[in-house]
């Protein structure tokens, strides 16, 4: 089995030649969701994020987030983007995550700080 390297620069062309025609409804996506245990859901968007925003997924819980950034991190304004579900009873509240926009500090100083600027996050969240 293959897997595809980032790095190599043709990872987006395969990735598009592998899912040529493949078309799957919102009950099928769901369907996978509930692989892991019945009666589980998926929520997904996209969020503009200064800094660090919290985003209601319409799920009554969460259980886990994935997040990816929108448009190529470049690092000045965008150089990583994190998500969490936290304890899903105040911080955040139940059915909700927290998205965080990261930028690097400076040119030479790679330490990342809140992103200044608002930036889309895409994310997927699943839950009940």
Request: aromatic share 4%.
């Amino acid at each position: 089995m293959g897997y595809l390297d980032p790095a190599a620069g043709a990872a987006r062309e395969e990735m598009n030649a592998l899912l040529a025609g493949v078309n799957r409804s919102a009950a099928e996506v769901n369907l996978l969701a509930q692989g892991v245990a019945a009666g589980y859901k998926l929520a997904r968007g996209v969020a503009a994020i200064t800094g660090t925003g919290t985003v209601v997924t319409g799920l009554a819980t969460v259980v886990a987030v994935i997040a990816t950034p929108q448009d190529d991190p470049n690092g000045l304004a965008l150089a990583a983007v994190s998500a969490t579900i936290g304890n899903q009873s105040g911080a955040p509240a139940a059915g909700s995550v927290i998205l965080k926009a990261w930028k690097v500090t400076a040119v030479g100083d790679a330490t990342l700080i809140a992103a200044t600027a608002a930036k889309n996050i895409n994310w997927v969240a699943i839950g009940t």
